[in-house]
């Protein structure tokens, strides 16, 4: 098929490079406009950009798709710039701009969008981390035509993807991201031989995938450990979870923790016990074992080295 590919992150770009690998034409890639990066905020290519370049394929950036928005310009530019191509249709993966009307109506097939979650649930923004953070047994992608609605579009394709005990963000978007890139490419092949029936989402089971946020990051001692501790998968590496210790000026990350059964009457956020082991921590309910962590401007430590320069008050 002929395709327009919209994406910008390494979700989107592992996406890419299997529709390309499948023999797809790609004459244009749309991501968002270049970031600043590193120490020095170095303007930076998204992934797919990068990608795309790499390939020799035309790369458009537009701050907005609206025609009667900020950017009316860029947008028209974008429109003449799809008409002239034609898609057959336009695959979309964690590209971060809304398409207007238009756009879902200018490819032949429409738009097809690869959703990190297993439809309704987790709509959103960020569905890889709200999973874990719920302690959900499994998520998935999910290939849904868009129509204008936040995630509400009918389903295509849907495969399960487990989430273990021990799963934390990074390791489920690398497993979605490789999901996501052989199921579009047999979506297509599907649609393309008119075997895809479009199902309606069911209007039970819809939860919303929140946005991270930075404060988000701070783990509150007064919550159960079992919560904390899935907090700390769902937010590795990003924004990352932090905790207060005593004798320490900065909060320190988490990179690591688990729950232990048992009950402890100390004072939430109270250090119990500091070993090679692990630093338990009282909480709200049951106890948090810190087990990787890293202090303000230093290096990830596993526990038994964290705890030789480091000791409670």
């Known amino acids: 098929m002929r395709l327009v590919f919209a994406g910008t992150p390494e979700f989107a770009r592992i ?41 020799g394929i035309e790369v458009a950036q537009p701050r907005s798709l609206r025609l009667d928005g900020r950017y009316p310009d860029e947008a028209e530019q974008a429109r003449a710039l ?20 238009w756009v879902l109506d200018l490819p032949r097939l429409g738009c097809l ?48 993807v487990p989430i273990g005990a021990d799963t934390n963000a990074a390791m489920l978007h690398d497993a979605l991201a490789q999901v996501g890139g052989e199921a579009i490419v047999e979506a297509l092949d599907a649609l393309a031989k008119g075997g895809l029936t479009p199902r309606k989402q069911p209007e039970a089971g819809v939860t919303y995938a929140a946005k991270l946020d930075k404060a988000e990051s701070a783990l509150d001692c007064a919550q159960p450990a079992e919560l904390l501790a899935r907090r700390v998968r769902a937010f590795n590496p990003v924004p990352g979870a932090s905790i207060r210790l005593p004798g320490l000026p900065d909060p320190v990350k988490v990179w690591r923790a688990q729950a232990l059964d048992g009950a402890s009457a100390a004072e939430p ?36 080295v964290f705890v030789r320069g480091w000791q409670p008050a």
């Not at 034409?25 to 998204?46: F, H, N, W, Y």
């Not at 799809?82 to 009307?101: K, W």
């Open 15 to 55: 996406a890419f490079d299997a529709l390309r690998a499948a023999g797809h034409e790609i004459p244009l890639v749309m991501t968002q406009p270049d970031r600043p990066a590193g120490r020095g905020l170095k303007l930076t290519p998204s992934p797919v950009k990068q990608a795309a370049l790499d390939a």
């Open 269 to 304: 956020g109270s250090v119990l016990r500091a070993d090679g082991t692990g630093i338990d921590i009282a909480t709200g309910q049951g106890v948090l074992r810190l087990l990787e962590l890293q202090k303000a401007g230093g290096k990830r430590q596993p526990v038994d």
């Open 113 to 160: 969008n690869i959703h990190a979650s297993l439809l309704p649930r987790w709509r959103g923004a960020a569905p890889i981390q709200r999973a874990i953070e719920a302690g959900d047994a499994q998520t998935g992608v999910t290939i849904m035509q868009m129509d204008q609605g936040l995630d509400t579009g009918d389903m295509l394709l849907e495969r399960i």
């Open 82 to 101: 799809l008409q002239s191509v034609a898609p057959d249709v336009m695959v979309v993966a964690a590209y971060g701009l809304i398409l207007p009307q």
